[in-house]
C-alpha cells in the first residue's frame, strides 16, 4: 500500500500570511505514460464531509479560490494557502488515487 | 443536483454486524465507480473501499479484506456497504463518495455515525 505522509500535523498561520503543507508518497504517484501526478487535496470543516480542492496535483477544482494552490511531483508535493483567510481554517489532507486509495493523516490549519 | 443521501444513525455490540445505504441522485449512478471511507471520532480519513460501475468488482484495503462488502442497486440508485464481526475501533462516522472518473472523490454523503458498543 502507499502510505501518504503529511508535514506538520497542525500549524497556526496569522491572517492574510500564507500556509504551507506538505505531504510526501512511500513511491511515486506520477504515471508515465500520461505524465500526470495522481494526487488530490481534500479541505475538511467540522461537521462537514471532505470537499475537493485541488486535482492531478495542482489543478483547481471549479470554485475554489486562487489563493489555493497545489505543486510537486512523483513522491513530494505541496499545498499552499496564499493569504490565509478565517473560513480556511480546516483539516487538510492529500489523497493518492494512483494505487487503490490512501490519505494522509490530517493537516490542521489554525488562526494564530 | 447531484446529492449522496445516507442512512441513519447506528448502534451495535461487538461481533455484530452493520448495513449502510446511500442513496444517489442527479446523475447517472451506473456509470461510476462508488467508495466508502470512515472518519474515526478525531481521527484522519480511511478509505474501506470501492465498487466498479456494474457491481461485479470490489476493491477493498488488505486491513479490511474479509469483513467489508459493498454491493449497489442500480434500479433504485443505491450504494450498500455491509461491514462484520464490528469491534469498538469501528465506530466512526462512514461516507459514500462517488468517483469523480480519474480518482478523486468529488461528491460525498452527508455522513452516517456508527457506534459499536456493548
Known amino acids: 500500500d502507499i502510505v501518504m505522509t503529511q508535514s506538520p500535523d497542525s500549524l497556526a498561520v496569522s491572517l492574510g500570511e500564507r500556509a504551507t503543507i506538505n505531504c510526501k508518497s512511500s513511491?511515486?504517484?506520477?504515471?508515465?505514460?500520461?505524465?500526470?501526478?495522481?494526487l488530490t487535496w481534500y479541505q475538511q470543516k467540522p461537521g462537514q464531509p471532505p470537499k475537493v480542492l485541488i486535482y492531478?496535483?495542482?489543478t483547481r477544482e471549479s470554485g475554489v479560490p486562487d489563493r489555493f494552490s497545489g505543486s510537486g511531483s512523483g513522491t513530494d508535493f505541496t499545498l499552499t494557502i496564499s493569504s490565509l483567510q478565517t473560513e480556511d481554517v480546516a483539516i487538510y489532507y492529500c489523497?493518492?488515487?494512483?494505487?487503490?486509495?490512501?490519505f494522509g493523516q490530517g493537516t490542521k490549519v489554525e488562526i494564530k | 443536483q447531484v446529492q449522496l443521501v445516507q442512512s441513519g444513525a447506528e448502534v451495535k455490540k461487538p461481533g455484530a454486524s452493520v448495513k449502510l445505504s446511500c442513496k444517489a441522485s442527479g446523475y447517472t449512478f451506473s456509470t461510476y465507480y462508488m467508495h466508502w471511507v470512515r472518519q474515526a471520532p478525531g481521527q484522519g480519513l480511511e478509505w474501506m473501499g470501492m465498487i466498479n460501475p456494474s457491481g461485479d468488482t470490489t476493491t477493498y484495503p488488505q486491513k479490511l479484506q474479509g469483513r467489508v462488502t459493498m454491493t449497489r442497486d442500480t434500479s433504485t440508485r443505491t450504494l450498500y456497504m455491509e461491514l462484520s464481526s464490528l469491534r469498538s475501533e469501528d465506530t466512526a462516522v462512514y461516507y459514500c463518495?462517488?468517483?469523480?472518473?480519474?480518482?478523486?472523490?468529488?461528491?460525498w454523503g452527508q455522513g452516517t455515525l456508527v457506534t459499536v458498543s456493548s
Open positions: 463518495a462517488r468517483d469523480q472518473g480519474s480518482g478523486w472523490l468529488d461528491y
Open positions: 492531478w496535483a495542482s
Open positions: 513511491q511515486s504517484v506520477l504515471y508515465s505514460s500520461n505524465n500526470k501526478n495522481y
Open positions: 489523497q493518492q488515487y494512483y494505487d487503490g486509495r490512501t
